[in-house]
DNA sequence: GTAGGGTTAG
């Protein structure tokens, strides 16, 4: 192939689509030998520094300048600095004229080194030269403008040639832009190219509708992606690629059903996965947490002959580790071993996390001893700390941790082979935020503390987090003066407070009822752009109210409106309530008329809350008209149907919504006091599969212990065990539970174990 | 990596 003609042949499109414009011409050696010569002496003096346009060699050399030798010579150069110096220089010498070939030559050593700026003037110079050029050579350059993601360029660049009667583009000229303006994923830009190709009456194939498949994907136009594909499905033109394309997608949209059914075709239409197709789906299943399709689609791409890399194993091994299974999970980690690849430190803090007990931990550790240095030891240290953290072993992480401080040894916590590593190991940011977190979460604030300042004498990085954290937990202990310190210090090191940290302080505030300090912080969270959380100002308004200061609760809430943050129905409903409470009837209606009036549409309970405080205060009649308004509006009295919330709640995840932890509690207290345990432990058994279990410290917490003391002791829920299923959930530490019930064709019987 | 707030019995 001679490197001058390689252009106007046809590429092939897709996954040779890199390979095919990228590649460098052939060597010279089917050249004359004077071209030989003299593009030798070219490349020898463009790269003899410094580079004189007077050098007299070179000017004796520039009347043999053609553009045979200009595309040689380029193509020769390392660095396309001095490619384009060469071809600038070029350009500029009478007599000589670049053609379509040499200007596809720069144009690709420039899309290779991702130049735009020279590649836009290039496609600009193109046109002012008004170079002809064959449609396989436009498609060349279009594809250059297109790997850049100069897709404006590319569509000028199309226009101007056809409109100036440079180039009758063809069907190969058109799949070629069709491919640069699907990576921009404009849907409307790539229909009108179509729809302009097939006027001119150029069909279609298979490289035409890839793009078009890609650019539908790109944007989420699932219908007419998949009738796309049955398009080229139908045509019989599906390969890898357009597979790759599909399945790609399905996984991104978290369609991993569909993305199996798609495997299922390819392989029926004798087509095989590509490597990256496996990788792609390997990652995109254990991210949807599809631990069993991916451990399929692991065992295929092993028997297709793929040799999975670390990072597969990586990603394997954590899935597996995220859903307990341990035993494959190590299985996986002794093939990698034996297949030669090391498992890095990735893999085995993975694996150390998800250790269940320290004799497991220390034979981990002993196996991946050798070759460890001192950074891949503090992360193995951080991953074992995690492990005993999670165990419950705070105390003994916080020993390791100062054992690291200190650079000691110390025997009692199981692993001390650590420190037998060559010297000091060193904790990192990670390290301490493991400690402190898990000492917060237990209350053990001046511990935390200590260590935060430890870490400032080691010079250990602090971060926001770790700063939001420690004034969340003093302004949960109502240690405000230390908090606003924290603050202080915070912003001096140069960390900037975010609205969680504003917010923690607004919260002691409002809970120290400092109606002032409240206001004056929302002033300063407005200068960051921080929204207060309503959850605080309301509970400043009912503990205000409830002290029978409703003037004050009134008044904040106007200042909060003069502030610019605009309290909701919630707010101002805890107000009215209050109000009702005090025997301030009348201010009552005036706030409800008052919000009306700015545009609220009060709900259900703010209804709930006048009326009854009417009928309270003996007037009835008003509070008649109030229910009657309400009913007008359409608003149902209150949301004791369980069972309609049970339907939507199925949509819901039918949808793909992930419901949290506070769906699940009110539909199950709701099902108790609806007396029907059955449906009430329907749910709880959901919740707990999907690891959805409040923490002691959440509120829920409570909830669902009641629920589940009461449906051990209901007799609908009695024991009939045929089959146990042990659910051990983390945080259920200091209570025991159980739970038997007889679920009609489904026997169930749980124990909630404590640690 | 941070929403979860307001009514309702006795």
Request: hydrophobic content about 40%; some cysteine; overall charge negative.
């Amino acid at each position: 192939m001679k490197p001058y003609t390689h252009f106007t042949k046809t590429l092939s499109f897709s996954s040779k689509f890199q390979r095919s414009i990228f590649t460098k011409s052939q060597n010279d050696s089917t050249l004359p030998s004077d071209i030989v010569n003299v593009t030798d002496e070219f490349i020898s003096i463009f790269t003899i520094r410094p580079f004189s346009p007077n050098n007299p060699e070179l000017i004796n050399l520039a009347p043999k300048l053609t553009n045979k030798v200009v595309e040689t010579v380029l193509n020769n150069f390392k660095s396309w600095r001095v490619a384009h110096a060469f071809f600038i220089w070029a350009s500029n010498q009478s007599g000589y004229k670049h053609n379509i070939y040499t200007y596809n030559a720069m144009a690709s050593i420039l899309s290779r080194a991702r130049q735009n700026a020279p590649l836009k003037v290039l496609a600009q110079d193109v046109v002012n030269s008004r170079c002809f050029m064959s449609p396989g050579a436009l498609g060349f350059l279009i594809r250059c403008l297109g790997s850049l993601g100069l897709v404006e360029e590319a569509n000028m660049l199309f226009d101007q040639v056809k409109m100036m009667g440079l180039c009758v583009p063809n069907s190969y000229s058109y799949n070629c832009l069709l491919e640069a303006i699907s990576k921009s994923g404009s849907t409307d830009l790539v229909e009108m190219r179509l729809k302009e190709m097939h006027d001119h009456g150029w069909g279609y194939d298979k490289y035409t509708l890839t793009p078009v498949l890609q650019v539908y994907c790109n944007s989420g136009e699932f219908e007419k992606a998949l009738s796309t594909f049955n398009e080229i499905y139908n045509q019989g033109w599906v390969d890898e690629h357009v597979f790759y394309i599909l399945v790609m997608s399905f996984t991104k949209w978290g369609e991993v059903e569909k993305a199996c059914e798609l495997i299922e075709r390819m392989e029926d239409c004798n087509v095989r996965l590509n490597e990256k197709t496996f990788c792609m789906l390997i990652h995109g299943f254990v991210k949807e947490s599809r631990i069993d399709k991916a451990l399929q689609l692991f065992d295929k791409m092993k028997k297709s002959g793929f040799a999975p890399d670390v990072s597969i194993y990586d990603v394997m091994i954590g899935g597996l580790c995220k859903t307990r299974e341990r035993e494959k999970a190590l299985q996986l980690y002794l093939e990698m071993k034996e297949s030669g690849k090391k498992p890095d430190v990735g893999v085995l803090s993975k694996l150390l996390s998800s250790c269940c007990d320290e004799g497991e931990l220390t034979h981990l550790l002993k196996e991946s001893w050798d070759e460890m240095d001192a950074q891949t030891v503090t992360v193995l240290c951080n991953s074992v700390m995690s492990v005993l953290v999670n165990n419950g072993s705070v105390d003994k992480a916080y020993n390791l941790l100062q054992a690291m401080i200190r650079g000691e040894t110390i025997p009692n916590v199981g692993v001390e082979m650590l420190f037998n590593f060559k010297g000091k190991v060193f904790p990192n940011t990670s390290s301490f935020s493991i400690v402190i977190d898990n000492l917060l979460q237990d209350g053990k604030l001046d511990l935390a503390l200590s260590l935060f300042r430890d870490m400032i004498q080691i010079g250990c990085k602090q971060n926001v987090l770790l700063y939001n954290n420690l004034i969340y937990s003093l302004c949960n202990s109502n240690r405000l003066e230390e908090s606003y310190e924290l603050l202080k210090e915070m912003e001096q090191s140069g960390f900037e407070p975010t609205h969680f940290t504003h917010n923690s302080i607004f919260g002691c505030l409002c809970m120290r009822q400092d109606v002032l300090g409240a206001l004056n912080l929302v002033r300063k969270m407005r200068a960051h752009g921080h929204e207060p959380w309503t959850k605080h100002s309301t509970l400043l308004i009912k503990s205000l109210c409830k002290n029978g200061k409703v003037v004050d609760a009134c008044k904040f809430l106007s200042d909060m409106v003069q502030e610019g943050f605009l309290p909701d129905t919630i707010s101002y409903s805890a107000a009215m309530n209050g109000l009702l409470n005090n025997q301030e009837v009348d201010l009552a209606l005036e706030l409800f008329h008052n919000i009306c009036a700015s545009g609220y549409c009060p709900d259900v309970v703010a209804y709930n809350i006048m009326i009854k405080g009417l009928c309270k205060a003996q007037r009835i009649a008003e509070s008649e008209q109030l229910l009657n308004e309400m009913i007008m509006k359409g608003l149902i009295p209150s949301c004791g149907r369980p069972k309609a919330a049970l339907v939507h709640f199925r949509t819901m995840k039918q949808e793909g919504m992930k419901p949290d932890i506070f769906v699940y509690v009110a539909l199950l207290s709701a099902f108790l006091s609806d007396l029907n345990p059955l449906l009430a432990f329907e749910i709880l058994k959901e919740m707990v599969d999907e690891g959805n279990f409040p923490d002691p410290v959440d509120k829920n917490y409570v909830v669902v212990r009641d629920v589940i003391s009461k449906l051990s002791e209901d007799t609908q829920t009695a024991l009939h065990e045929t089959l146990s299923v042990w659910i051990d959930v983390p945080g259920f530490k200091k209570h025991i539970f159980s739970v038997w019930i007889d679920v009609p064709g489904l026997k169930k019987h749980i124990l909630l174990v404590s640690e």
